[in-house]
């Protein structure tokens, strides 16, 4: 049985509309020591976003797993009690994640025009030098001076510039399809996602306030405390606020293209001010400030899906398909258009592995709500 109509089965359990006989080749499917392997990486993503279920004594599993009583052979019931716990994970998650060979797509009909798949974002950056010297980072582009070296993921800052005169600017461009990661001269980390922009000094003065500007974008930032910078404080600059700490961890996502700014503390305490408000933000809190009119709630957050962007999983929570689509649209570097326009309210929830193809992504959201969808050349169409 090809993966596409394991999926199918996988979906008509989960919509309680499986019949006995699909049911035992579900079962059969499932037996296999590779579509084993396929279920632990479903319950490896949901254990990320920390489901906290017991699976043995749930009556999907109970209801399910009788179907196996009369099996005699012991790795047979261990390894369907296994799967079947996983796809107890999927009616929970929705949206689900599978890897499908690039021979059974070919192999497969269809009535979607797919010109081509698109593959995932990988690791990128433009860095910007005081000078005007630009730098192309990833890619297995290796750069090394005085100040900074790179690898094919990072960028580091030297922290011995006390014989450095000049205090440049530099600026770190991660396009539509990239990420980096970069530690500036304070220890500070920074994971910037696609389509961001940061703007920082090489070097920090002491006694005066460490500051750093988000242009747009969103990052994720590892503050190195004030205690090991003589108290200074870490201040960031995004549009429309200004974010002051001492030592915490938090994420920002600021896009041109959103109305609000999302901001969310991991751990530590931060102070927001926006145009004429200004709050005080716990861990587990969100910050959102509307562009609008400058004024700022706070809510409480799931953190790790806010920030698990940056370990490679996509995280959604009742997420309607057009936010989704931005999300797509930035890591795969494609336009998104929707023919159909009630479709851009469907809500999902669950993770997505950034690793995955485009085209296994759609295939999935396509399942679910019988969407039809096109990818023509770098733009996908949903109708």
Not at 44 to 60: G, I, M, Q, V
Not at 205 to 214: A, F, I
Not at 216 to 244: N, R
Request: aromatic fraction near 10%.
């Amino acid at each position: 049985m090809k993966q596409k109509e394991a999926n199918k089965l996988i979906l008509k359990y989960i919509e309680k509309r499986i019949s006995e006989e699909e049911s035992d080749l579900l079962t059969k499917w499932i037996e296999s020591d590779e579509n084993t392997v396929l279920f632990k990486e479903y319950v490896e993503l949901h254990s990320l976003l920390n489901a906290k279920h017991r699976f043995d004594h749930h009556p999907s599993w109970q209801k399910f797993g009788s179907s196996l009583q009369h099996r005699k052979r012991v790795r047979r019931i261990r390894i369907f009690r296994y799967a079947a716990a996983c796809i107890f994970l999927l009616c929970l998650t929705l949206v689900v994640l599978y890897d499908s060979s690039p021979n059974e797509k070919q192999e497969e009909t269809t009535t979607k025009m797919v010109l081509q798949d698109i593959r995932p974002g990988t690791n990128k950056a433009l860095l910007q030098l005081g000078n005007g010297d630009e730098i192309v980072l990833g890619k297995g582009n290796t750069f090394i001076d005085s100040i900074h070296y790179s690898t094919d993921e990072s960028l580091v800052y030297s922290t011995n510039t006390g014989k450095l005169r000049e205090n440049n600017f530099n600026i770190l461009t991660i396009p539509r399809g990239g990420q980096f990661r970069v530690e500036l001269a304070d220890g500070t980390v920074v994971w910037l996602n696609s389509d961001s922009q940061l703007r920082y000094p090489v070097f920090f003065h002491p006694g005066q306030t460490r500051q750093v500007e988000l242009v747009y974008g969103e990052a994720y930032f590892d503050v190195s405390p004030g205690t090991e910078h003589q108290g200074d404080a870490f201040k960031l600059i995004s549009p429309g606020q200004e974010i002051e700490v001492l030592g915490t961890e938090f994420n920002v996502r600021a896009y041109k293209n959103e109305k609000n700014i999302y901001t969310t503390l991991s751990e530590g305490k931060i102070k927001i001010t926006g145009e004429g408000s200004q709050q005080l933000l716990l861990p587990g809190q969100q910050a959102v400030m509307s562009l609008d009119d400058g004024k700022i709630s706070v809510n409480q957050a799931n953190v790790y899906r806010e920030i698990c962007w940056k370990d490679g999983i996509f995280s959604f929570d009742n997420t309607p398909l057009k936010d989704i689509m931005k999300v797509l649209s930035r890591w795969y570097d494609v336009d998104v258009v929707f023919k159909n326009k009630d479709l851009e309210n469907l809500t999902f929830n669950g993770g997505l592995k950034k690793k995955q193809n485009l085209l296994d992504i759609l295939e999935i959201i396509s399942e679910m709500n019988n969407i039809n969808y096109e990818i023509n050349e770098n733009t996908v169409i949903l109708k």
